[in-house]
C-alpha cells in the first residue's frame, strides 16, 4: 500500500468556521508533511512532523494548527481563516532515511467564503 | 542555499514527438533529485529520482531523466509523449530534515 488518503476532497468554509483536514498513510513512514498549493504555483512546505513530533513550521498563521495523533494520521485544523488561503492543500508521507522520496496524497481542495 | 529552476514555464509538443523538461540545482554536495508530475486538481506523483550513481535514472511512464553534474543538471526526458503526458512537472530536490525544494514547475500540453 503506498496510498496517502487525504480527506475530504473538497471544503468550503467561511471565515468564522473551523474545520480539519485528515491524512493517513500506512507505508510506516514516521516523517509526515503538509503543503499548500496555490493555482499555477510549486508546493510551499507549511509543516513537517518525525516521530510525530513537530520538526519544521515554515513561519505557518497560527490559524492553521498541526496535529499528528499517531504515526498514521496527521490532522491540520483550521480556524478563522481568510479568503486567501484557498488552496490545495496536499499531505505527504515519507521515510527519514536521507533523501528518501514522498509520497503525496491526492490532496483537499479548500475554499475560503 | 539549494535551489532548483525550470527555466521552462509552459511547452508544447506534439504527440508522438519527443520531450526534454530542463532542471538546474544549485546545491554544494551530491543533491538527491526527482522529478513529480502533478495532474490538474491532484496529488503529486513520483516520476524518478536520483541519489548516486549510474546518472541515467529510469522512471515511470516511460521517463527518464539524466543527471549532469558539470552542468547541474537533471534533465527530463521521454522519446515519444502521450496526450495523456500532459500535466505540470516539478524538479525538486531534498534538502536535510527531509525538507523538499520544488522547481517552480513546467507545465506541459500536448499538441494532436
Known amino acids: 500500500d503506498t496510498e496517502v488518503t487525504q480527506t475530504p476532497k473538497h471544503l468550503v468554509m467561511g471565515m468564522t468556521n473551523k474545520k480539519s483536514l485528515k491524512c493517513e498513510q500506512h507505508?510506516?513512514?514516521?516523517?509526515m508533511y503538509w503543503y499548500k498549493q496555490k493555482a499555477k504555483k510549486p508546493p510551499e512546505l507549511m509543516f513537517v512532523?518525525?516521530?510525530?513530533?513537530?520538526?519544521i513550521n515554515e513561519s505557518v498563521p497560527s490559524r492553521f494548527s498541526p496535529e499528528c495523533p499517531n504515526s498514521s494520521l496527521l490532522n491540520l485544523h483550521l480556524h478563522a481563516l481568510q479568503p486567501e488561503d484557498s488552496a490545495l492543500y496536499l499531505c505527504?508521507?515519507?521515510?527519514?532515511?536521507?533523501?528518501?522520496?514522498?509520497?503525496f496524497g491526492q490532496g483537499t481542495r479548500l475554499t475560503v467564503v | 542555499a539549494q535551489s532548483v529552476t525550470q527555466p521552462d514555464i509552459h511547452i508544447t509538443v506534439s504527440e508522438g514527438a519527443s520531450l526534454e523538461l530542463r532542471c538546474n540545482y544549485s546545491?554544494?554536495?551530491?543533491?538527491?533529485l526527482f522529478w513529480y508530475v502533478q495532474s490538474p486538481g491532484q496529488g503529486l506523483q513520483l516520476l524518478l529520482k536520483?541519489?548516486?550513481?549510474?546518472?541515467l535514472v529510469q522512471g515511470i511512464k516511460g521517463f527518464e531523466a539524466e543527471f549532469k553534474r558539470s552542468q547541474s543538471s537533471f534533465n527530463l526526458r521521454k522519446p515519444s509523449v502521450h496526450w495523456s503526458d500532459a500535466a505540470e512537472y516539478f524538479c525538486?530536490?531534498?534538502?536535510?530534515?527531509?525538507?523538499?525544494?520544488f522547481g517552480s514547475g513546467t507545465r506541459l500540453s500536448i499538441r494532436p
Open positions: 525538486a530536490v531534498v534538502r536535510s530534515a527531509s525538507k523538499i525544494i
Open positions: 507505508m510506516g513512514h514516521r516523517a
Open positions: 536520483y541519489f548516486s550513481g549510474d546518472t
Open positions: 546545491y554544494g554536495a551530491t543533491p538527491y
Open positions: 512532523y518525525s516521530y510525530e513530533k513537530l520538526s
Open positions: 505527504a508521507s515519507s521515510g527519514l532515511t536521507e533523501g528518501t522520496e514522498a509520497f
